[in-house]
């Protein structure tokens, strides 16, 4: 775990009031994944591929199932900012234990599904959902472990869901009927 906190203070020795004002905004973006949902939900509604949607759906479904409802409790392992509590937080302490984290899960789930159908939309998605897991760092909330395993379980379930999506939706084309007509 050493490392880890080297890896912390590095962050905290980044501080500066423009910066501290910008990670906490986009952090926001993550929190209780209400961001992604409501970009799930309008893909759902207005993106033309509907198994975009589908896809970011099951992943979101999935990777809170594996994170928050299982691993988080399982595991529990303490926040860096309640191992270490000099470190003035710029950002209210989280309740919940630190492993995995669910910002970066959530965040990469839907990002990931994005890049699946949408290279473009995909790309910026990403790049978003990586600031998104690296505020988690610089606001001393998670360890780096945390943030990557969130980042793994959040790409391999909108994988996983985008296989899952795609070749139901090859076996039952009639998923796609809801779909509007453009």
């Known amino acids: 775990m050493a490392w880890e906190f080297d890896l912390l203070y590095w962050f905290q020795s980044l501080h500066h009031p423009v910066l501290d004002q910008i990670e906490k ?6 929190d209780k994944g209400l961001f992604w949902i409501a970009l799930t939900l309008l893909m759902l509604i207005f993106v ?6 589908m896809t970011a759906a099951l992943a979101l479904v999935t990777e ?21 509590s000099s470190v003035e ?11 995995p984290s669910g910002h970066s899960s959530v965040s990469f789930a839907v ?18 959902a990586a600031l998104i897991a ?8 998670h360890f780096p472990t945390d943030v990557l395993v969130g980042t793994l379980i959040g790409t ?9 999506v795609r070749k ?8 796609m009927s809801w779909k509007k007509d453009k």
């Open 25 to 30: 905004l986009i952090t926001r973006f993550g």
């Open 111 to 128: 990002a990931v599904s994005i890049i699946q159908y949408h290279r473009k939309w995909g790309i910026a998605a990403v790049v978003f």
């Open 156 to 164: 391999v379930m909108a994988l996983i869901s985008g296989m899952i």
């Open 48 to 53: 033309k591929d509907k198994r975009l949607g």
């Open 89 to 99: 937080l710029l950002v209210k302490s989280p309740k919940d234990y630190s492993f």
């Open 134 to 141: 690296i505020s988690r760092l610089y606001l001393f909330v």
């Open 64 to 84: 809170a199932l594996i994170c928050n409802v299982i691993l988080k409790n399982a595991v529990q392992r303490s926040r860096p900012c309640w191992l270490d």
């Open 168 to 175: 139901g939706v090859e076996k039952h084309p009639e998923l």
